[in-house]
């Protein structure tokens, strides 16, 4: 398998693994979660101390109001983001996500998570990652993924029709949305036209979120999913209001 495939099938596969890791996780205390505490570094570091800002650095114009203890102002980052989202990285997509998580609305987190993975999905499968010196970018979206992962989709999951309409939802944004820097010259395109490539990879996730679909529309992979869930108490952990 080629290194495209192995990134980009390691990062839709990942969608489905995170699910699961969420309901097996039992490292988390068994109390409300109600802050995303991770490092990501050069990009995010959550607060050590409650009430007090994160750091944040995925870009002049957000990292301000990102790092806002304050709901309206990552309310205001969110909202700057979609009216211009050309340009904007996976990373600061998945930072607005914990964010969002944070000030609790969660509903929104999940919704920027699984985009900001469908996002950088696409660029790895039009772009050439390594050619184009986008390891960094690579990494710290895996990161992300694997740290946040099982929380936000832990909450993610305590409503499956929710999420499955989040899920879409969120894979609708990106295909109408399409991340400007994939058709940057400056960057090693794979063989083949971009906009196919693209095309495909859209196709691709689709197959993948219909795949995580099947999965629990199989009532035995339904009531094992939660009842893990269960014994590991992540209605407690997630589902809290």
């Known amino acids: 398998m080629t290194r495209r495939r192995r990134t980009a099938v390691s990062l839709t596969r990942a969608a489905l693994a995170s699910v699961l890791i969420a309901a097996s996780c039992g490292a988390l205390a068994t109390e409300p979660v109600r802050h995303i505490g991770i490092y990501v570094q050069p990009y995010y570091a959550a607060a050590r101390n409650p009430g007090e800002p994160p750091q944040v650095a995925v870009g002049a114009s957000v990292n301000g109001p990102l790092s806002s203890t304050r709901r309206e102002d990552i309310v205001a980052a969110r909202d700057r983001i979609k009216a211009e989202p050309k340009l904007i990285t996976p990373m600061t ?53 694997t740290l946040a992962g099982p929380i936000i989709n832990g909450y993610a999951f305590c409503d499956l029709a929710k999420q499955q309409a989040l899920r879409r939802s969120a894979l609708d944004w990106v295909e ?4 400007q820097a994939i058709f940057m010259p400056q960057l090693t395109a794979k063989p083949g036209s971009r906009d196919a490539n693209l095309k495909a990879s859209i196709i691709g996730l689709r197959e993948s979120v219909a795949k995580e679909r099947g999965y629990f529309e199989d009532p035995k992979n339904r009531e094992q999913f939660y009842a893990t869930r269960k014994t590991n108490a992540a209605d407690v952990k997630f589902c809290w209001s």
């Open 93 to 145: 997509m998945m930072v607005l996500a914990i964010r969002l998580y944070d000030v609790g609305l969660r509903d929104d987190a999940v919704f920027w998570f699984y985009a900001a993975k469908d996002r950088f999905i696409t660029l790895s499968e039009v772009v050439e990652i390594g050619r184009s010196g986008l390891h960094q970018v690579e990494d710290a979206v895996r990161s992300f993924a």
């Open 176 to 179: 109408q949305n399409p991340y």
